[in-house]
């Protein structure tokens, strides 16, 4: 039976609509998520189900619809729990005028910041599509990764009623083969990584939405660490993206040590150990400082 549920939130005044729409608007097909104006649509899956999340956004609050299209038994959906997410979702939940606060002095990312005041960072829907993203977007250009992204979503996703396309779960990636993420496109690597992850979900082994709650980053990081194809550079961006954590070093990310560069105006391309370094001054905020980096001109 079809159910849905709707809420409405304050945005601050500082809040940053572009970034969200561009990150969740990454595929220009659409096929899961669409950008229309100030509106984005979602499909994603809600307790094993097909559902469509729809938001609007106006000057100073979002509006959010979650449409399910047959929950199981007596279950129901709570305004709460919507509300949660879209926050989750949103950045709303990241304590950002405190960075903002004690950046404000530093000499080459303070002027940044000032000029990119109120950025959050937008999270995927959950952990497992953060993390999906991350293995996907392993050392190859963001167009090729969505492009293996849009196949895995057509070739494991649900339609929802609305027609829109919902990222797998882990559940249904786990009934694959690795062929068939071959066929999608993932290298033998990756594709035993995802499934080695969606397995390890699948069978409680991995609580991913628990860890939304307690958030044991250690925990998190041993864990994910001992899958095989999973590194650093994947945990610490998943831990940004799907958990709202700020404080994961992106010091392997090409995207940041450039725009580092450009920042320094440095003569030469920066490596990780110095970017490490130099990211090592802004702990406790060091992936939202990433993420003010990647949304630098240049």
Known sequence: MASSVSCVIALPADFRLAGVL??????????????????????????????????????????????????????TIKAQAVADLVRRMLGLTQPVE???????????????????????????????????????????????AIGIRRRLIRLAGSTHSTGLLCHPDAERIARLGESDLRGAGFSQTKARALLDLSREIAAGRLPLEAWT?????????????????????????????????????????????????????????????????????FTPWRALVAAHLWAMPG
């Open 22 to 75: 561009a990150f969740h608007g990454r595929d220009a097909q659409g096929v899961a998520e669409q950008v229309d104006g100030r509106a984005l649509r979602k499909g994603l899956m809600w307790q094993g189900q097909a559902a469509c999340l729809a938001i609007r956004f106006d000057a100073a609050h979002a509006v959010a619809e979650l449409a399910v299209d047959r929950l199981k038994g007596s279950a």
């Open 98 to 144: 405190a960075f903002e606060a004690t950046s404000r002095r530093h000499p080459q990312l303070g002027p940044l910041v000032a000029r990119q005041a109120g950025l959050r960072v937008p999270l995927a829907a959950t952990p497992f599509e953060a993390l999906t993203w991350a293995i996907t977007g392993q050392q190859i250009s963001v167009a090729a």
């Open 213 to 281: 709650v307690t958030l044991p980053v250690e925990e998190i990081r041993a864990q994910l660490l001992s899958l095989r194809g999973v590194g650093p550079w994947t945990v610490n961006y998943a831990l940004l993206r799907g958990f709202g954590w700020l404080d994961g070093s992106l010091h392997g990310d090409v995207a940041v040590r450039r725009k580092l560069q450009i920042l320094l105006r440095a003569p030469e391309k920066l490596g990780e150990d110095f970017t490490r370094r130099w990211l090592a001054d």
